[in-house]
Every structure is written in C-alpha cells, then in structure tokens.
DNA sequence: TTAGGGTTAG
C-alpha cells in the first residue's frame, strides 16, 4: 500500500450513519463541561448513545471538545464500538488533531485486521490543513506498520517523524523501533536505539532494549536475544519475564527457568506474570519441585489466582506427574474458562483416567461452557489410552454433528491411535486413507506404532509407502518404520532405509530421561557415562539387574533392532536412559521415596516391564511421563494396564 | 497514548 496514493474514505463507509435520539434517563446539565465529563464516566453503550444524542440536541456536538470525547468513549472505552466511532468521526465537520489521534490508534489497536485503516487515515491526516500530526499520532501509525509488518509504509511514516522533528519523543523513538523489529529489520532498529541520548538506566531505554530483544526472539536469533538481555545496564521485570517466557515458547525450557533461578538470585521479586510464564517451561520438563516451589510462592506472595495462572498450574501438576494435585487445585479455582476445563481434561487423558476425563467433560457441558475443538483432542485422547473405542467414535460424531467443529488433524491423530491401539487396523488404515487432510508424520508414526504392536508387517508396509512418499525429514518415523522391519528379519530394507535417512539428513532425536533430585534436573542419554556419579550408577544398575534376574525378569531383545549379537542387545537394554535416570535416582534419595521420571520418546516394552519389577522389588512408586501419557508402577503393577 | 501470560494428536 502506498501511503501517498489517493484514497477516497467517503465513498466507502456508510454515509447514512443511524443515530440515536432518545432523551436520556437522567439529564446532565448541558454545558461542556458536564457533557464531558458524563461521557468520560459513562459505563455502557447505551449510556454513550444517549449522551451521544443529547450533544446532538442541544448543539453541544458543534463543541470540538465535545465531538472529540463522544468520539473518544465510542472507540478507546471499555465498551467500544469502532463502526459507531468512525460514524461519528465522519459527522464531524472539522475533527481536531485529538480526533484524528483517537481513531488512528482504536484502529491500531483493534483486532479485526484496521491496521490498514490506521494508515489510511494518516494519509488523509497529512493532507488536512487544520490538524497536523503531533507526537500522539505517531506512535499509533507506527504501532499499525509493526503489526501489519508493513515495512515500506513504516520507512515513510519514520521518514515523517524525521521531518516534523518528533524522532527524540521517548514514545515515537520506541515505537519507531517497534516498528524496525516488528519488520525484521533488527539493524535499523538496533542504530536508533544506539543513537539514542538515553541515559542507558533510564526506563526508556529498559523499554527499548525489550522491544530489541523480542524482535531478535520473533527472528528466531535466540542467541543475539540473550546477548542485548546480558548487557543490558538496568532490566526490569518486564525484561525477565520477556525473556522466560520467549524462551518457554521457542522450547528452550532449560534456559527459561535459569533464568527464573538468576531473577531470584539477583533479588527481583517474581510477579503475576513471571510465574504465568515460567510455569509451561516446568511442565515441559516434569520438574515437579520447582512447580509446587512457584506454587507456594503465589500463595504466600497473595498473588491473584485466577483462571489463567490456574490452568498453567493445573497443567504443571498433570504434567509432573500429581494429577491429583491438578484436580485439588482445579476445584479450589474461583473462575474456570474453557482453557482451563481442556487442561484438567487433557491432563486426565495423559495419565489414562479416561472415565474421571469424561465426567469432566459432561460438568463442563453442565456448567454451560461450549466446548472448544482442543478439549475434543483431550477426550479422544482420553479414549484412545483407554482403549474406548465407541465412545471415541461417538464424542468425534458428537464433536462435528452438534458442536460443528471440523476435525483438525490432531483429531483425526487421536482417532487412528485409538484404532491401532485397539488393533483395529484395517479401519484405520481406511481413516488415513480417506480423511479429508493430508496425513503427517505423526499420523504415519501412530499408524506404524500399531502397525508393530499388533505385528501387522502387510498393512504397516502398505501405508509405510506412502510414508515414503511424503519425502518426511522425521527422524523418529524412519526409525519406527524402520524398527517395524527389523522385526521382521528384514535387514536389507533396514539398511536401505537408513541409507535414505542418511542421503536426506534426517536424524532421530535421540532417547533421553531425566530427574529432578533436590532441585536440579538430571540428564541420561543411552549408555551414558558422563554424570559425575557415574561410577556408582554403574554399580546400582548391576544389583538391580541381578535382583530383577532373581525375581524372574527376562530381557525381551525383540526390543533391540539392530542386527547385533543377542548378548549385547541384553547390556544395551540395561543401559537405557530411563534405567540409568531410575538407578540415579534409587541411590540418591531415601527408601519409599517415589521417584519422577521424564522420558522424550515412548518407553520401550522392556523398560515396561522391567520398571514395573523395579517398583516390586524395591518398594518404590515410579512415575514415568514418555512422549504420550503416564505410567505409575507400583507394586508391579502398570496404571496403564499395558495398555500403551 | 511505550514493554509481559495459560490448553492442543505421537
């Protein structure tokens, strides 16, 4: 869009505008003044209508102070209407410079897609000879370029700034570098922020190098984020809490929650906020101290519970494990929202408390609240870890028949595991076939996980072509097809396949647990032998395996699939990364104390078997998290009922 | 009239 082509706003807008004339309950005196002040504490929209109306009637609205707080509450209140704004925007036969500010920025600020409008009317602001922009009309043009990342209108507005001289205000200056970064163009935004005359403790420069950061952040420039963050002179709480919660988001989960720790130790208080956004980054990596830590923290601080920092609590203790702890906190919340019933939903689902999901979601339904498409992904997740087929089938038929939601492809991914899982595999294969989108890596690698569970190597190959076809760059289903193969003598095809994923660089992410002791999260990949206990681990690892042996453990090297010597499949068994984490954690904490497992891929059948001894032989409660739900072994016994 | 947040198939 060129800022500078001819626009004619008249003939697109209504040119008819409907107004109210009704008299209004209680008549303010008609001056000015009282008129305005009415407006600036008028709390509806029909309240605004009949003030509205009363300017009207009594020729007050020939007052530009007058017109231009009409205008104001109709576009900026708490009950805005921006259709009614523009109506009277265009009534006004002169709109004062105030005017022409308030609707750029509603426009800017609004959600349905303005950000256009904004400009628009800027451009016709330039060419108005009684209301020149000032320093308030720029940062809401600037604040439309950025979101509508409008980089050549951005340049023009900036080369505006220039030329009327408001590029030192403190709000153009950081809008401007909104603007740049919002864009992508870091450079452009880093040299106004150096050639800047902050003081570089000074809040205004706090607040540029915020913006820096998220612009490198959006960029994906994790590393160049981090360095503005190190440097900067003076950080606010809003720079900690940018900064944990873009690294949450960009899965960079460790580092958000070093973070959090350095806050703390550098004596900033958390807020509302910090720990809204250090919460996911928790979840993510089970570490269930750390969680209940900032949960005692919000209690003790009178931090607000609300639905918000309640659904990412709910979450942090479906997802570390404590899904009673979840379902506690869920009942004491004072406000639920959808998102709020989705996670106490889904984090049923993940721990395979199908039936308690379920109930969850007819109370949600009670409790009138319409049902979003993603808490239909934790139902049929719910019950396809279930193995409760029919009634996965009728919550989908339910789902798009009485609720009108079309299926997205996570959906059509709960409803092929769920089949598969049941061995019903025909049916899923038809399901694959003939949904209306097209099938993913995830999709293929549900199909051929089950595909290998029920030993089906026809129907697996068949779909495993198509697989193929999608020239897929997923490590994690060339292994699996792989391994489905494998299980089958096939070694040439193994080998072909591992070629492929050679020549296409894919590579699998490779198979890592850890543990949370004392606050500090413990990593294991396979046969690892880098922590500093190592030695001991070992040692551990070696009387767990002659206790098992005792108890009657045998090792199942159908889970190995390489073409190795059966005698070292049994030592790479053993050396799993979930078994080395169990064994750490056996040595490291006292006896009966459970132990909380994460693991980034889905636990193998052996490791199944063997932990559900482990809990035997040595008393303890394990909880696992792998890649697609829980398992609570205790007494020999599953929660999943191996079922997974 | 500048900056910050929660759920989602394997």
Redesign the pocket.
């Known amino acids: 869009m060129n800022l500078n082509s001819n626009i004619n706003i008249a003939t697109s807008l209504n040119p008819s505008p409907c107004l109210p004339l009704l008299s209004p309950p209680t008549c303010p005196s008609s001056s000015p003044s009282s008129l305005i002040s009415s407006l600036k504490t008028s709390k509806t929209l029909r309240d605004l209508h009949q003030l509205h109306a009363l300017a009207i009637k009594t020729g007050l609205f020939g007052d530009p102070l007058v017109a231009a707080e009409v205008l104001r509450s109709s576009v900026l209140s708490e009950h805005r209407d921006l259709r009614y704004g523009r109506r009277v925007f265009d009534q006004m036969p002169e709109p004062n410079c105030?005017s022409w500010?308030?609707l750029i920025?509603a426009y800017s600020e609004s959600d349905g897609g303005h950000p256009s409008e904004s400009l628009l009317l800027f451009s016709r602001m330039l060419l108005c000879e009684t209301a020149r922009p000032?320093?308030?009309?720029f940062?809401?043009v600037l604040?439309a370029c950025a979101r509508a990342e409008a980089i050549q209108e951005g340049k023009q507005v900036h080369g505006q700034v220039i030329k009327l001289g408001w590029d030192d205000d403190?709000?153009v200056l950081?809008?401007s570098v909104?603007m740049y970064a919002c864009c992508g163009f870091m450079e452009d935004a880093r040299k106004l922020v150096e050639k800047s005359s902050l003081s570089p403790e000074s809040?205004?420069s706090?607040?540029?190098h915020?913006?820096v950061i998220?612009g490198y952040f959006r960029l994906g420039m994790v590393e160049e984020a981090r360095q503005v963050f190190d440097r900067m002179a003076n950080k606010?709480?809003?720079?900690w809490?940018?900064m944990i919660?873009?690294f949450?988001?960009t899965g960079y989960f460790k580092e958000a929650i070093c973070v959090f720790r350095k806050m703390q130790l550098e004596g900033v208080k958390h807020?509302?906020?910090?720990l809204?956004?250090v919460?996911?980054a928790i979840?993510r990596l089970g570490a269930l101290e750390l969680g209940e830590w900032v949960h005692a923290y919000a209690e003790k601080n009178v931090i607000e519970m609300?639905?918000?920092?309640?659904?990412?609590l709910v979450?942090m203790y479906s997802?570390c494990g404590n899904i009673d702890k979840a379902v506690q906190v869920f009942e004491g919340l004072p406000k639920?929202?959808?998102?709020?019933?989705?996670?106490m939903i889904?984090g049923l689902a993940?721990h395979g408390r199908a039936g308690e999901a379920l109930d969850y979601f007819q109370r949600m339904e009670k409790a009138g609240v319409v049902p979003?498409?993603?808490?239909f992904?934790?139902v049929?997740?719910a019950c396809?870890?279930a193995g409760l087929v029919d009634e996965g089938r009728s919550y989908f038929n339910r789902m798009v028949n009485i609720y009108q939601l079309s299926p997205?492809?996570?959906?059509?991914?709960?409803m092929?595991?769920m089949l598969g899982r049941a061995g019903l595999l025909e049916e899923a294969e038809e399901l694959v076939v003939n949904m209306p989108v097209k099938p993913?890596?995830?999709?293929y690698?549900?199909f051929l996980?089950a595909c290998k569970k029920h030993g089906d190597a026809e129907i697996g190959m068949r779909v495993a072509k198509c697989f193929m076809e999608l020239v897929s760059h997923?490590g994690?289903s060339y292994v699996l097809l792989s391994n489905l193969c494998a299980s089958l003598g096939e070694w040439d095809t193994v080998a072909k396949l591992r070629l492929t994923m050679k020549e296409l660089e894919v590579r699998k992410d490779p198979g890592c647990s850890w543990i949370t002791i004392d606050g500090m999260i413990h990593e294991f990949v396979v046969e690892d032998y880098t922590h500093p206990r190592t030695k001991e681990i070992y040692l551990m690892l070696e009387e767990m395996a002659v206790k098992l042996q005792e108890a009657g453990y045998v090792p199942d090297t159908a889970q190995v699939l390489l073409n190795i010597e059966e005698e070292k499949k049994e030592s790479t068994l053993f050396y799993h990364s979930e078994k080395i984490a169990i064994a750490f954690g056996l040595i490291s904490t006292s006896s009966g104390t459970t132990l909380h497992i994460v693991k980034n891929l889905?636990i193998c059948g052996d490791c199944h078997s063997s932990i559900k001894l482990i809990s035997k032989v040595y008393g303890r409660r394990i909880i696992v998290r792998d890649?697609?739900?829980f398992h609570h072994f205790e007494d020999g016994v599953c929660s999943c009922n191996d079922y997974w």
């Open positions: 105030f500010n308030t920025r000032n320093r308030y009309t940062p809401s604040k403190a709000f950081t809008n909104r809040e205004s706090v607040v540029l915020n913006i998220d606010s709480v809003i720079s809490n940018g919660s873009k949450a988001q807020n509302y906020v910090t809204v956004s919460l996911p979840s609300d639905d918000v920092l309640g659904s990412a979450d997802k639920r929202n959808p998102i709020t019933w989705s996670t889904g993940l979003s498409d993603v808490v992904i934790g049929l997740n396809s870890h997205r492809i996570e959906h059509y991914g709960c092929v595991d993913d890596d995830v999709i690698k549900a996980a997923d994690d889905r890649r697609s739900r």
